[in-house]
């Protein structure tokens, strides 16, 4: 069993698009960070989200944690080439204010076509 | 100010022969985390360590896995009698000691473990 779960899995656009991917779980998580990762490299950080119903925005990127802390969503606005990447998150179940081993999600392969 | 550093970043092991994978972590931070990815699969936590202590290993194989992290040097993460299935992709991630904010974690490039 997954315990979050990320959608969708894959997901081709065209340039300029707006998407949305989202990541779930029945679990209540202290804080949930946001991933890219690139083929052959490691994990880039994000964002991290620890506020329920907080709201990040990172340029045309605005991430949101559900207000029971179990739900996650990333949305991208006027997607470009250069976003084309897996998209991780990842969940920490521990107190928080503290260092947790991170559960990961599967990620969404987004490609963003020109 | 330099990243997580891994090394080697492909290593190529025969059945049965020992893996030694190094993570040295970014300047500052003195919690390391090793995480392994399979094909087609998330990351999966495996060892959560500081300095000469290893604090959550609840994600590491019983066998054959182990990790250590000295109070000089790198952290090594060592896989002894190496097996098909443990071909994978192993990550290293590091975190500061900060009291009271969550402490992210910064992965380096990964190791590719191929057992042949």
């Known amino acids: 069993t997954q315990l979050l779960e990320q959608s969708p899995q894959f997901l081709s656009i065209q340039e300029g698009e707006n998407l949305t991917v989202y990541c779930n779980s029945s679990?209540?998580?202290?804080?949930l960070q946001w991933y890219r990762q690139e083929p052959g490299e490691g994990p880039v950080l994000l964002v991290t989200?620890?506020?329920?119903?907080e709201v990040k925005k990172l340029k045309r990127l605005t991430f949101q944690f559900g207000d029971a802390r179990k739900d996650s969503s990333l949305h991208i606005t006027a997607a470009q080439p250069g976003d084309t990447g897996l998209y991780l998150c990842?969940?920490?179940?521990?107190?928080?204010?503290?260092?947790?081993?991170?559960?990961f999600g599967k990620g969404t392969h987004l490609i963003i076509q020109p | 100010n330099a990243g997580v550093m891994q090394n080697p970043r492909h290593l190529v092991r025969r059945r049965g022969q020992e893996a030694r994978l190094r993570c040295s972590p970014m300047?500052?931070?003195?919690?390391v985390y090793w995480y392994r990815q399979l094909p087609e699969e998330g990351l999966k936590f495996m060892v959560y360590?500081?300095?000469?202590?290893?604090?959550?290993e609840s994600g590491m194989p019983k066998e054959r896995f182990s990790a250590e992290f000295p109070k000089e040097g790198p952290s090594i993460l060592r896989i002894q009698q190496v097996v098909r299935g443990d071909s994978a992709a192993y990550f290293c991630?590091?975190?500061?000691?900060?009291?009271?904010?969550?402490?992210?974690?910064?992965f380096g490039p990964g190791t590719r473990l191929t057992v042949l």
């Open positions: 991630a590091s975190s500061p000691v900060r009291s009271g904010i969550y402490n992210e974690q910064f």
């Open positions: 679990s209540v998580f202290s804080s």
């Open positions: 989200v620890v506020t329920g119903g």
């Open positions: 990842a969940g920490a179940l521990g107190s928080g204010g503290g260092a947790d081993g991170l559960t």
């Open positions: 300047k500052g931070h003195s919690h």
């Open positions: 360590l500081q300095k000469e202590n290893i604090i959550d």
